[in-house]
């Protein structure tokens, strides 16, 4: 059973479209993340939730919008898709917030921009 | 403020041989630290945290990494590699009672039959 599942695993669209990635954890974690991964395999942070509240919202373009139905989903969604949105974008989530509680990651959604 | 920077990119070791992925933080704070692994094609997990606790860290499969604040490093070592240990590894670092990772650049590692 898949403890962060993210949908859909890969995404070939055009430019200018708007799609979204849909996050799902099952392990009553209160806390979750995006993160974009680009083509180096560098990780950045773009988001975090916690019980439903933004708690960390990076420089990122406003075209970017999380939205977090329940505590137990956070979904991405990309307005007027650019190239350079082409990366790997990886949903975690986390008991708490601290060093303590380690962060489980989801498979990643490939995002690749026509 | 915090950083990680690991100092290879890529390491290629045989199958059976010791394996040394190296990495070095800088932070303001008492830092937490975390080796994580990432396969083709999936997400990462966590191999091994050091939370101010003993300085020598055993993670999952046999890896272990050593906190060293004189040197500000944290080495990931394993004594004998598998080959299902080629992999990404990143180390990462948080500030004390931060939630917010910084990762390295990842160390790609191959292992040869």
């Known amino acids: 059973d898949t403890a962060v599942s993210q949908t859909p695993k890969y995404l070939v669209t055009q430019m200018g479209n708007d799609k979204s990635i849909k996050c799902e954890q099952n392990?009553?974690?209160?806390?979750m993340y995006w993160y974009k991964q680009d083509s180096k395999k560098f990780l950045k942070i773009m988001f975090s939730?916690?019980?439903?509240?933004?708690?960390i919202n990076e420089t990122v373009p406003n075209r970017f919008s999380p939205k977090s139905p329940d505590k137990a989903h956070l979904n991405l969604h990309i307005n007027s898709l650019e190239l350079g949105d082409s990366a790997v974008y990886f949903c975690?989530?986390?008991?708490?917030?601290?060093?303590?509680?380690?962060?489980?990651f989801g498979d990643g959604t490939r995002l690749s921009i026509l | 403020a915090q950083s990680v920077t690991q100092l290879d990119s890529h390491v290629s070791v045989s199958e059976g041989t010791p394996v040394l992925l190296r990495c070095n933080y800088s932070?303001?704070?008492?830092?937490?630290l975390f080796w994580y692994v990432q396969h083709p094609n999936k997400g990462l997990q966590l191999l091994l945290k050091?939370?101010?606790?003993?300085?020598l860290v055993k993670g999952i499969n046999g890896f272990e990494a050593e906190f060293k604040k004189s040197e500000t490093s944290f080495h990931l070592t394993k004594p004998s590699a598998h080959m299902s240990d080629a992999a990404e590894y990143f180390c990462?670092?948080?500030?004390?009672?931060?939630?917010?990772?910084?990762f390295g650049k990842g160390t790609k590692l191959s292992v040869i039959p």
């Open positions: 050091y939370t101010s606790a003993a300085t």
């Open positions: 975690a989530s986390s008991q708490g917030q601290g060093p303590e509680s380690p962060q489980h």
């Open positions: 392990l009553g974690h209160d806390t």
């Open positions: 939730y916690n019980n439903k509240e933004l708690i």
């Open positions: 932070s303001s704070y008492s830092p937490s």
């Open positions: 990462v670092v948080t500030g004390a009672g931060s939630y917010q990772l910084t």
